[in-house]
């Protein structure tokens, strides 16, 4: 059975920084592509960055230069460095393998003074 579980949110001020992790049981990461969305209560789920099964990474505009996507694949996780936090970064984030139903429950984000 496929499990996504996440880790690592919290509450920062603005300009903080967060990394959160996705491991993985009962599938391998290390040929799949893994992204991070995000969700704010009343508006649809944002793709924020993603990975392929290559290390090939693509971002969001508005994460751009301030988020990293990597893979540690033989830890079986994916994580999502956060810098230059800001308020509107505020979701709940969750991991997700590509093109799959396979999603985390999330780990909650709150950038505030």
């Known amino acids: 059975q496929v499990q996504l579980v996440e880790s690592g949110g919290g509450s920062v001020r603005p300009g903080g920084s967060l990394r959160l992790s996705c491991a993985a049981s009962g599938i391998s990461f290390s040929i799949l592509d893994v992204a991070w969305y995000r969700q704010v209560p009343g508006k649809e789920r944002e793709l924020v960055a993603s990975i392929n099964f290559q290390g090939t990474t693509d971002y969001a505009d508005s994460v751009k230069g301030r988020f990293t996507i990597s893979r540690e694949n033989a830890k079986n996780t994916v994580y999502l460095q956060m810098n230059s936090l800001r308020p509107e970064d505020t979701a709940t984030y969750y991991c997700?393998?590509?093109?799959?139903?396979?999603w985390g429950k999330g780990t909650l984000v709150t950038v505030s003074l």
């Open positions: 997700n393998i590509r093109h799959t139903p396979h």
